[in-house]
């Protein structure tokens, strides 16, 4: 039984969606056939998949009745109203009057309410990692330690980062782009093949010309190859080095995504789209991939870690992913990875976290390569002035 005063049990749950626009869409312009529709969404032909002209994010803050804030963020994208209205209409009134140090028990409880229903993931999964990371967030304040503490321990102060996306329209200014980055002490960049125009080969042949032979070049498929194309183009790749290979299969391709790692003659990334330690058992126990990329946004921290750990038990590297969002998911990614010794990369996602550097507080950075991790109670960050003013409440 928790020892807590009431006044330490969560009191209040908001909703924001914050606007986190830019003239360039994420990606990169629009391709030749690619429109914005009437909600504001187009379809990327190279993968096929939905992105808002206008990116966007979802935002929680838990209050405790003393008054200790905690926040938390989700994938908000596409139709974010969707998960706020999964917050707002059944898990609040699951959370408030709980002890927020009951965080991991909190997760499996409202994990519970839907599983017959068969809510294992999509919508319902990233309203959880919102509420997760806030009550992790909260945990550490009243703890005054920060979340990597709370979970074991700061083993890494910096974490290696590695560029993602170069979102320029030809080839010969992304490799410039990539130079430029290179200058700044990073020399590490991931490439995705939906907007590299003239193919993979060319690409990573043009980076690699350019940043040299040392520098580590990643290839994101986006789910969009055939088993046998994945291997092929593997095996073209292969005279150029890259450093790895992302998400060459459909994510429900299990079964060919482990033929792939197993063929393919090159390390295979897999795990943004995943929110749990069930997705990620289903592949690591196949031995369907080498590297494991869990999405603080989708996972929270209570599924992050438990994926994290699967994936050092069977002595795979674990390289987070870096999605679109305001900054507070990211916060709890680094600090999470910065407790696990798997943890050998990150991804970092400049295009979206360069110009939104909104935090007060121990500020995030990213610097000559490397990621720092805010050492102070909780997350280390909360949103500044500037941010809020980019926050939208959602009517409970
Ligand atoms: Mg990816």
Not at 68 to 77: A, F, I, N, P, S
Not at 86 to 96: E, K, N, P, R
Not at 145 to 152: D, P
Not at 335 to 350: D, G, K, N, R, W
């Amino acid at each position: 039984m928790s020892l807590l005063e009431s006044q330490d049990r969560i009191a209040s749950v908001e909703i924001f969606v914050v606007d986190l626009s830019q003239d360039t869409p994420y990606l990169g312009s629009l391709r030749e056939g690619e429109s914005v529709n009437r909600s504001g969404y187009f379809v990327r032909k190279g993968n096929r998949t939905v992105y808002p002209r206008k990116n966007r994010s979802l935002v929680v803050r838990l209050r405790t009745a003393d008054g200790v804030e905690g926040w938390g963020e989700t994938y908000g994208l596409v139709a974010p109203l969707a998960t706020a209205s999964i917050i707002s209409d059944l898990l609040t009134d699951f959370v408030v009057g709980r002890d927020p140090g009951d965080v991991e028990i909190i997760h499996d409880d409202l994990y519970d309410l839907m599983r017959v229903r068969g809510y294992t993931g999509g919508f319902y999964l990233d309203a959880l990692a919102a509420i997760d990371i806030a009550l992790w967030d909260i945990t550490g304040k009243i703890a005054n330690q920060s979340i990597s503490e709370l979970l074991g321990g700061t083993l890494h102060e910096k974490i290696p980062a590695y560029v993602s996306g170069l979102p320029e329209d030809t080839l010969t200014k992304r490799c410039e782009l990539a130079a430029s980055w290179k200058e700044r002490g990073f020399d590490a960049v991931k490439f995705a093949l939906p907007v590299a125009d003239e193919g993979g080969v060319a690409e990573l042949t043009g980076l690699r010309n350019t940043l040299g032979g040392e520098a580590k070049i990643a290839i994101d498929l986006h789910w969009s190859l055939t088993e046998q194309n994945a291997i092929d183009l593997a095996k073209e790749l292969e005279p150029h080095g890259p450093w790895f290979l992302e998400a060459p299969v459909p994510t429900e391709e299990i079964e060919a995504l482990a033929r792939v790692a197993e063929t393919s003659g090159q390390r295979i990334a897999v795990g943004e789209e995943w929110r749990t330690f069930y997705d990620a058992r289903l592949r690591i126990r196949r031995n369907a991939c080498h590297i494991v990329q869990p999405e603080m946004g989708h996972t929270g921290i209570t599924e992050f870690m438990r994926i994290s750990r699967l994936a050092m038990e069977h002595g795979l590297e674990v390289m987070p992913h870096a999605t679109i969002g305001s900054g507070i998911f990211l916060a709890a990614s680094l600090q999470a990875s910065a407790a696990l010794p798997c943890v050998t990369a990150h991804e970092f996602q400049h295009s979206i976290f360069e110009p939104f550097r909104h935090f007060t507080g121990d500020a995030m950075r990213c610097e000559e390569g490397s990621y720092f991790v805010a050492n102070s109670a909780g997350l280390g960050v909360e949103p500044s002035e500037a941010m809020r003013a980019n926050m939208t409440l959602i009517p409970a």
